[in-house]
Every structure is written in C-alpha cells, then in structure tokens.
C-alpha cells in the first residue's frame, strides 16, 4: 500500500464523488429508529457547505477546532469541513466532564468548539483561559440555542457547497488530533495525518475483504479511532455503504444487523456479552454479516457460544491509536488459534522484544513493538510534546507499545497484559495515573493506587486502593463522588479498598502486582 504525496482527504472524496456519486454513502439511524441518508456526492456537497461557513466565519489554516457531538451526519461531516477549511479537528469525548475537556482545551488552545446543546453549559459564560469566543451549537432546532451561540445548522444551510476558497493541503499535514490515556495523569493527542486516514481506510479493506457491496454497520462514538480509523475510512475506500446508529443497544443490535443488511460490523467484548444475554430471536440469524471485527479478550466458550448462535465469524485484532491500524489481525480468509490476535498486518513489522531490547523467542513473553513509517502507518508524533514522542518513537520507526505479548512458533501473535498502568473497560481505555491524581486531590488521602480487576460484562473495572492521613476520616463513597465530579463515569472507582499503605518496591514505586494478589 502506497500513497502519493499528493494524496489527501480532498482528492479521496473528489475520486469518490467521480466514481461513486449516486450511491449511498452513508445511512443514520437516529435513537428514535428515524433514518437519514446521504450519497456520496451529497455527503462531499454537504461537508463543503460546511466548510464555507467556517472559511467565512474566519477559520484559520492550521487552528484548531473541538468539536463535541453525539453520533450524527454532522460528526461526521465535522471532521471532513474543518480539513477542508485547512484546519485541525480534535474531538471531546461525550462523555468527559468539564475539567477533562478544558485540560484538552488549553493544550491545543481552542478557540472554536462545534457542539450539540448539551454541552452548552460547560462553555456559556465561562472565563478564563478555556472561554470559548465562538460556539457552534448543531441540533438546536427545537429552541435550545443559548444567547450568545451560533446555530451551526443554519448557518451551514444557507452556504453554497462550491469551496469558497481552496486551501492547501498535503498527505503530511495533519488532520486532527486525537487524545487517547496513556500512562501518566495527563493525556496525549495523537497526529494523525491525510496519509494516515488514507492509509488505514486501504488496510481495512484488505483486513475485511471489502467490496463495493458492503454494508457496514457500527455503533462506536464518532469521536473514537476505532470509528473513524477502522470503520469510516474502510467504508470511504471500498465506496462501500456505511450505517451508523446512534447509540448501541444490545437488544436491538441484532435487529439492526438484520434491518440494514449488513455484512460487516465491529464489537468490543462488552457487546458481545450483552447481546448472549439477550433472549432468542427467531430471525437473529438472518443476516448478511460474515464478519465481526473484535478487539478484546474473551473465553474461547465465550467466542464459541458466539459464533455458534450468531453464525457470525469474530475477526480478532491488536491495535493502538497510535498504531493507526490493526498492527495484527487475523486475515480475511484465515483463522487463528484463540485467543491469538493475529499474524503480523500489511505495511507492519512486530515484534516481541526482552527488557534488553532483544528480539524474545517464539512462546517467550516481552514488550509487543510495532515499526512503521511515522505519519502513514503510525502517527505522526504526540502534540506538541516532543519528549513523549521520543519515548514512543525511536529513529528507526518503532513503537514501543509497554504492552506484553508472545508470538506462537507459526507466526501468531498472543496479548498477554497491557501496560500495567492501563485500564480497559467496555472498550476505553483509562489511565490509572489520571484517577490516582484525581484522589490524591482530596486532602484526607495520603496516597493512592488504581488498578483495574476483572468485570465479568466490561473487561475490567476500577479499584482504588487509598491510604488516608493520619486522623482523617472519608467514606468509599465520598471519593467516588468526588472522582464523579472531575472524571467520566466510565473513570470512577467501582471499588475502593482503604490500606494502612501502599506496598513498594525497592526503589519506592507502588507495587501494583502484590495489590492484584489481593
């Protein structure tokens, strides 16, 4: 897979548009069942109408503009109007509270935020360094626009979709910016480039088998990689059909599947546990589908009892946002033994290497490495945060992934733990760092330690474990509702454990394999 230096989201869509206008692109499908769909060369009108107002509103090249929305056309189309605007997206996780989204706002000095009505009061009024001067708000139709905002919607409406003015754009540049946990408190915002989008929409359609024909059907929020990097850009290079729906539901899951026609889709292992726990339907295998793409542990009588009632084949998987793609994944027309996540993906190299930084045997354990070409297979670097990058990245394109792994004597490659400082629930990822300092924060907590236990339906769950100051007095649930306070929901302690103190290592760093044990 090669990409020209000329290649970029624009000539993607104009090739698209040329090749594919009249079919559809793109089917939406609201909470309330309510559809709406676009073909391919209405969707390219609509984003360029958008475009023109964020030119006219005076969008700078290169600024960069949050956008917050639920799933919808126009998350979608966001993405796409800025770039053409020559500008920067970055997306907010729907589900983070105030403080976590002014920590992203600050980094990358936003000044523009496209919105739905909800977000609102986390931004009306507000002053200091995250006041927002111009606020989109989209879906405001019914009166909820608050004084002050700008009906997105409205003003997108009554521009013409000719490109006012056609900024520059190359396969380097980036398009957005993407923050993802990692291991420290603070989180990092992942470049990703033109090529990068182009690239991975390539990958998914060698990793799918995809064709013209297909329907792919995903309930993942827009503002994820694994939306926009495993499932849009696929569709867009296949000129395939997309189906987004809202918002997941298990017991619809199925039933939409079916509805929609679909031949693909992707799950997290939370989704494919609620749907077993849903009662049999009598239509429930007639569907399309021959593939699910899949990327977290599940039991092999999980994956059987799957499989076997579903008549639908999960496709496993081994990625990172920083890895653009699936580095591993079982090919299209092979299977692997479970729970392995696959042979080594196209335009990647891995390997499992020792603490030495030697490679390690095949069924010997060490840190999964990933090399690719830095802004096309990988991303391009963390935002403004050279050091990180430098820790990630070393000068010969590897990245190193802190995760642990081990490769069977045929080539297969097995997750055996990520990094000890991630948390994986319901397909998020949360640094264990950003809720130990969240609690730390309160004054009767001397220290603090998270790790993540296991969720029978949500992979994993949180547990803190805390050590007060000598005299104080603080209940389990009041540092869940003070982590509520500043931390998404899906952050939050499910269990908290109070200790006289933390056990250490050695050199005095938090032994969080004894607290395991516990």
Known sequence: MRLSDRETLRTWWTGLVERCGDRCFLRFQACDASTRSFTYAEFYAYVRRMANFLIE?????????????YNSPESIAALFAITEAG?????????????????????????????DPDFQEYYDGREGSYAIPRLYVSHASDGTLSP???????????????????RPQTSGDVVEIMFTSGTTSAPKGVEVTHANFVLSGQYGCWQHAMRPDDVFL???????????????????AAGATLVFVAKYSARRFWSQVVSHGATLTQMVSMMVKTTLMQPVDAHERDH????????????????DRFEDRFRARLQNCYGLTESICWAATEPPFERGPWPSVG?????????????????ASSGEEGEICIQGVPGTTLMKGYYQD???????????????TGDVGVFDERGWLFFVDRDSNMIKRAGENISAAEVEHAIMEMPQVKEAAVIGVAD?????????FVALEAGAHVSADEIRSFCAQRLADYKVPGFVAFVDALPKTSVGKVAKKLLREE
């Open 87 to 115: 500008a920067v997206s970055v997306p907010l996780n729907i589900q983070h509270k105030l403080d976590e989204c002014v920590r992203v706002i600050e980094r990358c000095n936003i000044g523009r935020i496209i919105t």
């Open 218 to 236: 995903t309930t993942m929020p827009a503002f994820h990689s694994n939306f926009q990097l495993a499932a849009l850009t696929p569709v867009l």
């Open 148 to 166: 002050g905002s700008i009906d997105f919607d409205a003003a997108v409406a009554r521009q013409s979709d000719v490109l006012s003015e056609v």
């Open 57 to 69: 509103d005076g969008v700078r090249p290169g600024e960069n503009i949050a956008v917050q929305l």
């Open 456 to 464: 029978p339906v949500r992979d994993e769950a949180v547990k803190a």
């Open 386 to 400: 050279a050091a990180a990058t430098a820790q990630a990245l070393d000068g010969d394109g590897w990245l190193h």
């Open 288 to 303: 399309r589908l021959r593939s699910v793409q899949y990327y977290l542990p599940l039991s092999e009588e999980e994956k």
């Open 343 to 359: 042979r080594v993906g196209i335009g990647y190299a891995v390997e499992v290497r020792r603490a030495d930084g030697s490679c």
